[in-house]
């Protein structure tokens, strides 16, 4: 599968700025199942980026602008091709994986995924309705699909009751929120199994007559380290496995890490406009 992306952020200022620092992760990742064809970032006023890793291993560009401006726009245009099959669902739980996810070395190793943010934790009173309803943990493959449907299934997709800096308990209690929502509730539950699990951005390309929710702006999903395997995708708006779907652009512990866009600068009050479009290149 092959996509093309442009995603565009407009921001309007209510009084003339005269500079701003930002940054910028709109770059897809290449890895063995998703592949850069192309990447552009197009920024108005005309600025040089400079482009770094982070400690996620995601792209990040900065840019300045020193000049007085009431308007700036960026826009980053993708071509990405995608090769996935279905996989979680045919992964049988070994003795092996269970003692590797026991170990002292995995705990170790994936500790930033182990820990919760203030964006993914959750009360002991909203791990105890959740222990009710799913039960002990004791094969966390299995677990981590049971959660899944589990937010699926009494999580509503809502656009306007939250806010990008919603946090999980709140969205907990609500029991609606949008993909970041519902990935960082996701997390929380997670990690309080001891399962490592990263948040991730992207995209989700969807078609014609398809059930797929999320394709407006970014979205959200998680992924969990399968002992032995290595991070599998589930996105838990849609209760399905991230497959050729899912454009994947940042990872971290939860939104803040992948933020598409941040910034600071000198003025008034802003408002801001974001366009996503995902096509369908070939298959």
């Not at 969807?206 to 059930?211: F, I, P, Q, T």
Request: charged share 20%; net charge negative.
């Amino acid at each position: 599968m092959k996509y093309k992306i442009e995603h565009t952020n407009i921001f309007e200022y209510e009084t003339i700025v005269d500079q701003s620092m930002n940054t910028i992760r709109l770059k897809p990742r290449t890895d063995e199942c998703q592949r850069l064809l192309s990447y552009r970032a197009d920024i108005t006023p005309a600025s040089l980026t400079k482009e770094h890793v982070d400690i996620w291993g995601n792209s990040v560009e900065t840019f300045f602008i020193a000049e007085h401006h009431q308007h700036l726009e960026v826009k980053a245009t993708s071509i990405v091709s995608i090769q996935k099959s279905p996989f979680i669902h045919r992964i049988d739980y070994s003795p092996e994986m269970n003692a590797i996810f026991h170990s002292q070395l995995f705990s170790e190793h994936y500790l930033a995924f182990l820990s919760n943010t203030a964006y993914t934790y959750l009360s002991v009173d909203q791990m105890k309705q959740v222990d009710r309803e799913l039960g002990v943990m004791s094969n966390p493959v299995q677990y981590a699909i049971d959660v899944m449907e589990y937010m699926h299934d009494h999580f509503s997709y809502d656009g306007e009751s939250t806010t990008v800096s919603t946090k999980g308990t709140e969205s907990f209690d609500l029991m609606k929120g949008v993909c970041q929502d519902i990935t960082h509730v996701m997390l929380g539950i997670l990690r309080n199994k001891q399962i490592p699990a990263r948040y991730v951005s992207g995209y989700l390309y969807v078609g014609e007559n398809s059930a797929l929710i999320g394709d407006a702006a970014s979205h959200a999903w998680v992924e969990v380290m399968v002992p032995g395997i290595g991070w599998v995708g589930l996105d838990p708006t849609n209760n399905v496995e991230a497959l050729e779907n899912h454009i994947r652009v940042g990872v971290g512990r939860d939104y803040n890490d992948v933020s598409p866009v941040q910034g600071v600068y000198r003025g008034g009050s802003q408002n801001l406009d974001v366009k996503v479009s995902v096509s369908l290149l070939d298959q």
